[in-house]
Nanobody, 118 residues
Framework: QVQLVESGGGSVQAGGSLRLSCRYTSSRYCMGWFRQAPGKEREAVATIYTTGDANYADSVKGRFTISKDRTKNTLNLQMNSLQAEDTAMYYC???????????????WGQGTQVTVSS
């Protein structure tokens, strides 16, 4: 069983930055950040394999950076140049199978809210 606990959400003005952290009890093959805005489907924001290979949604490329701190068992998401469209509930998740299929993520955190005002 894997436990994931997110922190770091909050409110920020457009152009600002936030850093999300996810404390995990054990690392999995793929870990990532997803988000869901009101009325929209949940989408992948950034994922990272144990190899360190990372992938990003086109909408966040160049602005967000995903990283793992193995000494602290933490998955981080550095978010810069935030836009109003980034407003959503952000979830940390893990998969034992692949980063490419959201349905393969069997472990989820409770989520942390990010609100960006324009």
């Amino acid at each position: 069983q894997v436990q994931l606990v997110e922190s770091g959400g909050g409110s920020v003005q457009a152009g600002g930055s936030l850093r999300l952290s996810c404390r995990y009890t054990s690392s999995r093959y793929c870990m990532g950040w997803f988000r869901q805005a009101p009325g929209k489907e949940r989408e992948a924001v950034a994922t990272i394999y144990t190899t360190g290979d990372a992938n990003y949604a086109d909408s966040v490329k160049g602005r967000f950076t995903i990283s793992k701190d193995r000494t602290k068992n933490t998955l981080n998401l550095q978010m810069n140049s935030l836009q109003a469209e980034d407003t959503a509930m952000y979830y940390c998740a893990a998969s034992d199978v692949t980063c490419d299929d959201q349905s393969s993520f069997g472990y989820w955190g409770q989520g942390t809210q990010v609100t960006v005002s324009s």
